[in-house]
Protein backbone atom coordinates (compact mmCIF):
# COMPACT_ATOMS: atom_id res chain seq x y z
CA UNK A 1 0.00 0.00 0.00
CA UNK A 2 1.40 3.42 -1.17
CA UNK A 3 1.15 6.78 0.37
CA UNK A 4 -2.25 7.42 -0.97
CA UNK A 5 -3.60 4.08 0.50
CA UNK A 6 -1.92 5.49 4.79
CA UNK A 7 -3.69 9.17 3.20
CA UNK A 8 -7.32 7.29 2.80
CA UNK A 9 -6.50 5.30 6.48
CA UNK A 10 -6.02 8.55 8.10
CA UNK A 11 -9.50 10.84 7.14
CA UNK A 12 -8.63 14.46 8.20
CA UNK A 13 -11.47 14.48 11.30
CA UNK A 14 -10.44 15.74 14.88
CA UNK A 15 -11.78 14.13 17.57
CA UNK A 16 -9.23 15.83 20.36
CA UNK A 17 -11.78 16.15 23.39
CA UNK A 18 -10.92 19.78 25.63
CA UNK A 19 -9.89 17.18 28.58
CA UNK A 20 -7.53 15.35 26.01
CA UNK A 21 -5.38 18.42 25.19
CA UNK A 22 -4.96 19.24 28.74
CA UNK A 23 -3.56 15.95 29.55
CA UNK A 24 -0.82 16.40 26.85
CA UNK A 25 -0.06 19.89 27.29
CA UNK A 26 0.40 18.65 31.08
CA UNK A 27 2.53 15.83 30.05
CA UNK A 28 4.44 18.15 27.51
CA UNK A 29 4.66 21.00 30.35
CA UNK A 30 6.07 17.69 32.65
CA UNK A 31 8.44 16.50 30.77
CA UNK A 32 10.08 20.62 29.84
CA UNK A 33 10.46 21.11 33.28
CA UNK A 34 12.19 17.84 33.90
CA UNK A 35 14.42 18.37 31.54
CA UNK A 36 15.02 21.81 32.55
CA UNK A 37 16.11 20.34 36.36
CA UNK A 38 18.29 17.44 35.04
CA UNK A 39 20.00 20.07 33.15
CA UNK A 40 20.04 22.24 36.15
CA UNK A 41 21.28 19.81 38.44
CA UNK A 42 23.95 18.52 36.03
CA UNK A 43 25.74 21.90 35.39
CA UNK A 44 25.20 23.64 38.98
CA UNK A 45 27.08 20.72 40.52
CA UNK A 46 30.31 21.54 39.06
CA UNK A 47 31.33 24.76 37.60
CA UNK A 48 32.62 23.32 34.71
CA UNK A 49 29.13 21.91 34.15
CA UNK A 50 28.44 18.94 31.91
CA UNK A 51 32.19 18.30 31.06
CA UNK A 52 34.81 16.31 32.79
CA UNK A 53 37.15 18.01 35.98
CA UNK A 54 40.17 18.86 34.06
CA UNK A 55 42.34 17.85 32.73
CA UNK A 56 45.28 18.61 34.33
CA UNK A 57 47.20 15.74 32.97
CA UNK A 58 48.15 14.45 30.14
CA UNK A 59 46.72 11.79 30.67
CA UNK A 60 43.18 12.78 31.82
CA UNK A 61 43.39 15.01 28.50
CA UNK A 62 43.09 12.34 26.23
CA UNK A 63 40.33 10.37 28.69
CA UNK A 64 38.89 13.63 28.15
CA UNK A 65 39.48 13.98 24.49
CA UNK A 66 37.41 10.46 24.10
CA UNK A 67 34.24 11.62 26.49
CA UNK A 68 33.90 14.53 23.98
CA UNK A 69 34.09 12.10 20.88
CA UNK A 70 31.52 10.23 22.79
CA UNK A 71 29.03 13.02 23.82
CA UNK A 72 28.97 13.98 20.30
CA UNK A 73 28.13 11.52 18.67
CA UNK A 74 25.65 9.69 21.47
CA UNK A 75 24.33 13.53 21.20
CA UNK A 76 23.47 14.06 17.45
CA UNK A 77 21.97 10.32 17.65
CA UNK A 78 20.05 11.45 21.05
CA UNK A 79 18.41 14.55 18.65
CA UNK A 80 18.11 12.40 15.76
CA UNK A 81 16.28 9.66 17.41
CA UNK A 82 14.47 12.06 19.58
CA UNK A 83 13.52 14.28 16.91
CA UNK A 84 12.30 11.88 14.44
CA UNK A 85 10.45 10.03 17.25
CA UNK A 86 8.35 13.72 17.90
CA UNK A 87 8.07 14.42 14.11
CA UNK A 88 6.53 10.62 13.87
CA UNK A 89 3.62 11.02 16.74
CA UNK A 90 2.51 14.03 15.17
CA UNK A 91 2.62 13.29 11.51
CA UNK A 92 1.08 9.36 12.21
CA UNK A 93 -0.92 10.49 15.37
CA UNK A 94 -4.78 8.99 15.64
CA UNK A 95 -6.85 10.94 13.48
CA UNK A 96 -10.35 9.46 14.35
CA UNK A 97 -9.10 5.97 12.86
CA UNK A 98 -10.23 3.04 14.63
CA UNK A 99 -7.93 1.26 17.09
CA UNK A 100 -8.22 -2.09 15.74
CA UNK A 101 -6.95 -1.17 12.02
CA UNK A 102 -4.12 -2.43 10.68
CA UNK A 103 -1.49 -0.39 9.13
CA UNK A 104 0.11 -1.73 5.78
CA UNK A 105 2.28 -4.65 5.52
CA UNK A 106 5.64 -3.92 4.33
CA UNK A 107 8.02 -6.67 3.27
CA UNK A 108 11.98 -5.89 2.44
CA UNK A 109 13.47 -2.37 2.11
CA UNK A 110 17.59 -3.77 0.63
CA UNK A 111 19.13 -0.39 0.64
CA UNK A 112 17.19 1.10 4.04
CA UNK A 113 18.43 -1.95 5.66
CA UNK A 114 21.83 -1.79 4.57
CA UNK A 115 22.17 2.09 5.55
CA UNK A 116 21.25 1.36 8.88
CA UNK A 117 23.20 -1.51 9.20
CA UNK A 118 26.28 0.48 7.25
CA UNK A 119 26.06 3.58 9.58
CA UNK A 120 26.26 2.08 13.53
CA UNK A 121 29.69 -0.08 11.91
CA UNK A 122 30.97 3.12 10.58
CA UNK A 123 30.62 5.07 13.69
CA UNK A 124 31.72 2.00 16.13
CA UNK A 125 34.83 1.70 14.19
CA UNK A 126 35.82 5.37 14.06
CA UNK A 127 35.23 5.74 17.78
CA UNK A 128 37.50 2.09 18.66
CA UNK A 129 39.92 3.83 16.22
CA UNK A 130 40.06 6.79 18.06
CA UNK A 131 40.46 4.98 21.70
CA UNK A 132 43.34 2.51 20.53
CA UNK A 133 45.26 6.13 19.31
CA UNK A 134 44.68 7.37 22.76
CA UNK A 135 45.17 4.76 24.88
CA UNK A 136 48.86 4.39 24.83
CA UNK A 137 49.15 7.83 25.79
CA UNK A 138 46.27 7.40 28.98
CA UNK A 139 48.28 3.76 30.25
CA UNK A 140 51.95 5.69 30.62
CA UNK A 141 54.20 7.79 31.43
CA UNK A 142 54.68 10.96 29.39
CA UNK A 143 58.08 11.59 30.01
CA UNK A 144 58.85 14.01 27.36
CA UNK A 145 57.91 16.86 28.97
CA UNK A 146 58.76 15.39 32.73
CA UNK A 147 60.84 17.12 34.96
CA UNK A 148 63.27 14.87 36.52
CA UNK A 149 62.82 11.42 36.64
CA UNK A 150 59.50 9.43 38.48
CA UNK A 151 58.04 8.95 41.56
CA UNK A 152 57.12 5.62 42.53
CA UNK A 153 54.42 6.00 45.35
CA UNK A 154 52.67 2.75 46.17
CA UNK A 155 49.05 2.75 46.90
CA UNK A 156 47.18 1.08 49.63
CA UNK A 157 43.12 0.75 49.48
CA UNK A 158 41.62 -0.34 52.85
CA UNK A 159 38.57 -0.37 54.51
CA UNK A 160 38.28 2.79 54.53
CA UNK A 161 41.27 5.04 53.86
CA UNK A 162 44.13 5.35 51.62
CA UNK A 163 47.87 4.91 52.61
CA UNK A 164 50.57 5.83 50.62
CA UNK A 165 54.14 4.55 51.02
CA UNK A 166 57.18 6.62 49.10
CA UNK A 167 60.09 4.77 48.53
CA UNK A 168 61.98 6.83 51.24
CA UNK A 169 59.87 5.43 53.73
CA UNK A 170 57.80 8.16 54.31
CA UNK A 171 54.25 7.45 54.78
CA UNK A 172 51.24 9.65 53.99
CA UNK A 173 46.85 9.00 54.42
CA UNK A 174 44.77 10.17 52.61
CA UNK A 175 46.59 12.92 50.52
CA UNK A 176 49.33 12.45 48.77
CA UNK A 177 51.71 14.94 48.29
CA UNK A 178 53.76 14.53 44.39
CA UNK A 179 56.00 17.24 43.03
CA UNK A 180 54.24 18.80 39.74
CA UNK A 181 55.23 18.23 36.24
CA UNK A 182 56.80 15.53 37.06
CA UNK A 183 55.88 11.67 36.30
CA UNK A 184 54.09 9.66 38.99
CA UNK A 185 53.73 5.58 39.06
CA UNK A 186 51.13 4.44 41.43
CA UNK A 187 51.51 0.95 42.42
CA UNK A 188 47.68 0.13 43.42
CA UNK A 189 46.60 -2.77 45.79
CA UNK A 190 44.83 -3.28 48.23
CA UNK A 191 44.94 -4.99 52.19
CA UNK A 192 41.10 -6.19 52.54
CA UNK A 193 38.43 -6.12 49.44
CA UNK A 194 38.10 -4.20 46.18
CA UNK A 195 38.56 -0.06 45.94
CA UNK A 196 39.12 1.68 43.28
CA UNK A 197 41.44 4.61 43.04
CA UNK A 198 39.59 7.91 41.33
CA UNK A 199 41.13 11.60 41.00
CA UNK A 200 39.32 12.62 37.94
CA UNK A 201 41.05 15.22 36.95
CA UNK A 202 44.31 13.69 36.81
CA UNK A 203 43.52 10.06 35.78
CA UNK A 204 41.03 7.37 35.03
CA UNK A 205 39.34 5.02 37.50
CA UNK A 206 41.75 1.97 38.56
CA UNK A 207 40.88 -1.17 41.10
CA UNK A 208 42.71 -1.45 44.39
CA UNK A 209 42.66 -5.66 44.57
CA UNK A 210 43.83 -7.54 46.92
CA UNK A 211 46.65 -9.40 45.95
CA UNK A 212 47.36 -7.82 42.74
CA UNK A 213 49.08 -4.61 41.83
CA UNK A 214 48.11 -2.13 39.22
CA UNK A 215 50.50 0.29 37.60
CA UNK A 216 48.60 4.00 36.96
CA UNK A 217 50.74 6.71 35.58
CA UNK A 218 49.77 10.62 35.88
CA UNK A 219 52.19 13.96 35.79
CA UNK A 220 49.95 16.71 37.51
CA UNK A 221 50.23 19.65 35.02
CA UNK A 222 49.93 22.51 37.88
CA UNK A 223 50.74 22.89 41.30
CA UNK A 224 46.80 22.54 43.08
CA UNK A 225 45.01 19.63 44.85
CA UNK A 226 43.29 17.54 43.02
CA UNK A 227 39.95 15.65 44.56
CA UNK A 228 38.72 12.09 44.30
CA UNK A 229 36.29 9.19 45.94
CA UNK A 230 37.04 5.48 46.36
CA UNK A 231 35.25 4.33 42.86
CA UNK A 232 33.93 0.85 44.38
CA UNK A 233 31.45 0.02 46.90
CA UNK A 234 33.90 -1.17 49.26
CA UNK A 235 31.41 -1.38 52.91
CA UNK A 236 29.37 1.05 54.61
CA UNK A 237 31.98 4.04 55.44
CA UNK A 238 32.37 3.81 51.46
CA UNK A 239 30.97 7.12 50.50
CA UNK A 240 33.65 8.79 53.38
CA UNK A 241 36.52 7.16 51.61
CA UNK A 242 37.90 10.45 49.95
CA UNK A 243 41.66 10.89 48.73
CA UNK A 244 43.54 13.97 47.24
CA UNK A 245 46.74 14.53 45.40
CA UNK A 246 48.66 17.91 46.48
CA UNK A 247 50.53 19.02 43.72
CA UNK A 248 53.47 21.26 44.51
CA UNK A 249 56.69 22.98 43.16
CA UNK A 250 59.53 20.68 42.41
CA UNK A 251 61.31 22.18 44.84
CA UNK A 252 59.15 22.42 47.92
CA UNK A 253 58.31 19.13 47.06
CA UNK A 254 62.27 17.76 47.52
CA UNK A 255 62.36 19.51 50.69
CA UNK A 256 59.30 18.59 52.41
CA UNK A 257 60.13 15.06 51.71
CA UNK A 258 63.60 14.48 53.07
CA UNK A 259 62.27 17.02 56.21
CA UNK A 260 59.18 14.01 56.43
CA UNK A 261 61.39 11.75 56.50
CA UNK A 262 63.54 12.38 59.22
CA UNK A 263 60.55 13.58 61.31
CA UNK A 264 59.01 10.39 60.36
CA UNK A 265 61.54 8.60 61.40
CA UNK A 266 62.19 10.58 64.87
CA UNK A 267 58.81 9.84 65.48
CA UNK A 268 58.23 13.95 65.81
CA UNK A 269 56.42 14.04 62.67
CA UNK A 270 51.93 14.50 62.78
CA UNK A 271 52.00 11.25 60.98
CA UNK A 272 50.10 9.61 64.11
CA UNK A 273 46.96 12.57 63.72
CA UNK A 274 47.02 12.11 59.81
CA UNK A 275 46.43 7.84 60.30
CA UNK A 276 43.39 8.93 63.02
CA UNK A 277 42.10 11.13 60.72
CA UNK A 278 42.38 8.95 58.11
CA UNK A 279 41.81 5.59 59.41
CA UNK A 280 39.99 6.13 62.84
CA UNK A 281 38.04 9.64 62.05
CA UNK A 282 35.96 8.12 59.44
CA UNK A 283 34.26 6.50 62.15
CA UNK A 284 35.15 7.55 65.54
CA UNK A 285 34.98 11.51 65.04
CA UNK A 286 38.13 13.75 64.76
CA UNK A 287 38.12 13.78 68.63
CA UNK A 288 36.99 10.51 69.20
CA UNK A 289 33.54 11.35 70.13
CA UNK A 290 32.41 8.67 68.04
CA UNK A 291 29.74 8.72 64.94
CA UNK A 292 29.46 5.59 63.24
CA UNK A 293 31.77 3.84 66.09
CA UNK A 294 31.76 3.98 69.55
CA UNK A 295 32.98 7.31 71.70
CA UNK A 296 36.25 6.46 72.49
CA UNK A 297 37.21 9.16 74.94
CA UNK A 298 38.33 7.71 78.52
CA UNK A 299 38.33 4.14 77.33
CA UNK A 300 40.95 2.27 79.58
CA UNK A 301 41.59 0.70 76.38
CA UNK A 302 43.75 4.00 75.03
CA UNK A 303 46.08 3.03 77.98
CA UNK A 304 46.69 -0.42 76.88
CA UNK A 305 48.73 0.08 73.22
CA UNK A 306 49.39 -3.88 73.31
CA UNK A 307 45.53 -4.08 73.27
CA UNK A 308 44.63 -1.31 70.73
CA UNK A 309 47.51 -2.95 68.48
CA UNK A 310 45.83 -6.24 68.81
CA UNK A 311 42.45 -4.78 67.91
CA UNK A 312 44.13 -2.81 65.03
CA UNK A 313 45.72 -5.67 62.98
CA UNK A 314 42.62 -7.71 63.55
CA UNK A 315 39.54 -5.76 63.83
CA UNK A 316 36.42 -6.89 65.99
CA UNK A 317 32.67 -6.79 65.03
CA UNK A 318 32.04 -4.30 62.88
CA UNK A 319 35.49 -2.48 62.83
CA UNK A 320 37.74 -3.63 59.87
CA UNK A 321 41.38 -4.69 60.61
CA UNK A 322 42.50 -1.13 59.56
CA UNK A 323 45.91 -1.11 61.07
CA UNK A 324 46.68 -4.67 59.28
CA UNK A 325 50.23 -4.93 58.15
CA UNK A 326 51.09 -1.36 59.57
CA UNK A 327 54.94 -1.07 59.84
CA UNK A 328 55.33 -0.28 63.23
CA UNK A 329 56.65 3.51 62.39
CA UNK A 330 53.17 4.24 61.42
CA UNK A 331 51.57 1.77 64.51
CA UNK A 332 53.77 3.84 66.90
CA UNK A 333 52.50 6.75 65.66
CA UNK A 334 48.89 6.32 65.86
CA UNK A 335 49.60 4.48 69.68
CA UNK A 336 51.43 7.89 70.76
CA UNK A 337 48.28 10.07 68.85
CA UNK A 338 45.76 8.50 70.60
CA UNK A 339 46.82 8.66 74.73
CA UNK A 340 45.32 12.10 74.18
CA UNK A 341 42.16 10.82 74.31
CA UNK A 342 42.55 8.55 77.20
CA UNK A 343 41.72 11.10 80.32
CA UNK A 344 38.64 13.36 78.55
CA UNK A 345 35.42 11.59 78.94
CA UNK A 346 32.00 12.63 76.87
CA UNK A 347 31.19 16.03 76.93
CA UNK A 348 35.20 17.70 76.16
CU1 LIG B 1 36.90 1.94 49.24
CU2 LIG B 1 34.76 2.35 48.33
Not at 213 to 224: C, E, I, K, S
Request: with cysteine.
Amino acid sequence: MGHQGLARLAPRRRNATPGKIVRRTGALVFVALLGLVLAHVALAGDPAGLSPRGPDSPQAAKIEGIYWLLIAITGGIFVLVEGALILFVFRFRNRGRSRTLEGPEIHGATRLELIWTAIPVVILAAIVAFVLVKLPGINSADSAKAAGPPLIVKVEGRQFYWNFLYPNGVIQVERMRVPANRDVKLLINSEDVDHSWWIPALQGKFDAIPGKTNHLWFRADRRGTFEGQCGEFCGYEHPHMVAAVQAVPSSDFQSWYDREARAQASGTSDLGKMTFDGACATCHGFHAQGAFGPDLRGNPILQQPAAIKTLLQNGRNKMPAVGKGWSSRQMNALLAYVKRFAGSSGGG
